[in-house]
């Protein structure tokens, strides 16, 4: 972790042209312009691709310095109030425009509202005490680009190495000041893999319960903003994103009903891993596994366009969720009467409760990810497909449904299997029965052998051609034929058009 690691980013920077607009603001006399925020430490940290990048400048008034930014580019003027410019360098396109502001202080209004704050910008702020608004150490350096000097003022360099998240200054007015960054900082855990400093935990822990006070009626974090950072968290890290979520009372907080997987027992025959909760991060694990990125690299490809594995947001939150029903309807020898340990419909309440969930939190209204709640509750209700049936006997036709049905993507349901079935311990072997994800494997890998570039082929009737073939008006008998048709056809019983109409004739 060395300063060359930010010269690297602004050299690479100034080869492409983005920065030419500095030198024509920093030539003013006094002027200063400083990369701020996440594109510091993340330089720092040597990571290549960085997204954001947010700019203060000193020395210019802000009707100065938009016209000066206007003669070296686009400027939008939508955050001029508060001291904020969103600009395009001429010549260049960019997904986002870069944020150049003036130095500010935010004042709090004590609310613990997101973004409640007064803001008072002034060109003659020194860095320092632009910085001292920030959040985390780590987000609150500044790099000047005239002398390629950093200004650390509150230990953010030494937090990078040590791996610690620490608020700048007192932690319980960092917090109360924006109950928001409570999750933020959490997200910043789960992304980089860090520990909390003592200090932060210790507010995180005393003030989680604030996450969900409300003013008038109104609540202080939306759920939209803490639909972006429990997805973000989740999908970047599950497992250490699970932890923390229970130990820092955020569960608690947001989702109660996942608690209860806690001390939920399961036969020890199929899950000596231990309780539900336990089953469960056991499950969050296998998606970031090796085992599970090297099975889906080797032997299935849904599309070939994908070079590295990932997981979606939908399938996270599915593993998540798969088994919350289990406490809802677990019936015991004991006091049911039952054979063994049973949760008859478990899928189905999982799925039900997860989609409460989901509408209560507003996952879809997080905007990095397009959160589609209705996958994510179909994957929950289907997860217990691999271990209900014979699967050799399942219908080609149900395959097709479950695993290249129109609207949900086959492969996280597959992936989901995987994870529930690896993190099912036998008590006998002290292993995973992962067979049956082999078979579903194979079923899937030989259909595809019948169409083209790995497509299963197109039905070779539809729904009109049936009737006028066979002198029949519309009806559930019509469906019935087209299923029994796509069945043969997927069996390769039935290979053309012609042997399609043969077949319906022979049939009714």
Not at 205 to 225: C, F, K, M, S, T
Not at 321 to 333: A, E, R
Not at 360 to 377: C, M, N, W
């Amino acid at each position: 972790m060395e300063i060359t690691e930010l010269e690297k980013i602004m050299n690479n920077l100034e080869q492409g042209g983005f920065l030419a607009w500095t030198k024509n603001v920093y030539e003013k006399d006094g002027a200063e312009v400083y990369l701020v925020g996440g594109a510091v430490r993340d330089g720092l940290l040597g990571f290549k691709h960085i997204k954001d990048y947010d700019f203060v400048v000193r020395g210019w008034s802000m009707e100065e310095l938009g016209e000066k930014l206007k003669e070296l580019g686009k400027v939008d003027l939508v955050g001029k109030s508060f001291g904020v410019y969103k600009f395009v360098p001429a010549g260049k396109k960019m997904p986002v425009a870069y944020d150049i502001a003036l130095p500010r202080k935010e004042i709090s209004l004590a609310t613990g509202r997101y973004r409640d704050f007064k803001v008072d910008y002034d060109e003659r702020l020194k860095i320092k005490d632009d910085l001292a608004r920030r959040d985390f150490t780590i987000n609150a350096m500044a790099y000047e680009l005239k002398s390629k000097k950093l200004v650390d003022e509150f230990g953010g360099l030494k937090d990078l190495a040590d791996k610690k998240i620490r608020t700048v200054g007192n932690p319980y007015e960092r917090f109360e000041e924006d109950y928001s960054r409570m999750l933020r900082g959490i997200r910043f855990a789960c992304q980089l893999n860090w520990n909390f400093e003592d200090g932060t935990r210790h507010a995180l822990n005393d003030l989680a319960g604030h996450i969900n006070d409300q003013v008038n009626g109104e609540r202080i974090v939306p759920y939209e903003v803490i639909a972006s950072e429990l997805l973000r968290t989740f999908v970047s890290n599950p497992v250490r994103a699970f932890d923390l979520y229970d130990a820092l009372g955020i569960f608690k907080e947001l989702a109660p009903e996942l608690l209860k997987m806690k001390a939920c027992p399961q036969p020890k025959n199929w899950h000596s891993e231990g309780d539900v909760w336990q089953h469960t991060r056991l499950c969050l694990k296998a998606l970031q596994s090796e085992a599970l990125e090297k099975r889906f690299k080797s032997s299935i490809i849904f599309d070939d366009s994908k070079s590295e594995h990932s997981i979606s947001a939908e399938l996270v939150m599915a593993a998540l969720w798969h088994d919350v029903g289990k406490p809802y309807t677990i019936k015991t020898p004991a006091m049911d009467g039952t054979d063994r340990l049973r949760f008859n419909n478990h899928d189905a309440e999982s799925a039900k409760l997860a989609q409460e969930n989901f509408e209560k939190l507003r996952l879809s209204a997080a905007p990095e990810f397009d959160f589609d709640p209705e996958r994510a509750v179909w994957l929950i209700a289907k997860h217990h497909l691999f271990d209900t049936k014979k699967l050799e006997e399942m219908k080609n036709s149900t395959v097709e449904k479950y695993f290249f049905g129109e609207g949900y993507v086959g492969e996280d349901l597959l992936k989901l299997g995987f994870a529930d079935m690896s993190a099912s311990i036998r008590a006998d072997t002290g292993e995973p029965d992962l067979e049956n994800f082999d078979i579903m494997v194979a079923r899937i890998n030989e259909l595809k052998q019948l169409g083209k570039d790995r497509k299963l082929p197109e039905p070779l009737l539809n729904g009109n051609e049936v009737m006028e073939i066979l002198k029949m008006k519309p009806g559930a008998k019509v469906g019935e034929i087209l299923g029994n048709l796509r069945e043969k056809q997927l069996s390769a019983e039935v290979k053309n058009k012609y042997e399609a109409i043969r077949y319906i004739q022979e049939i009714v």
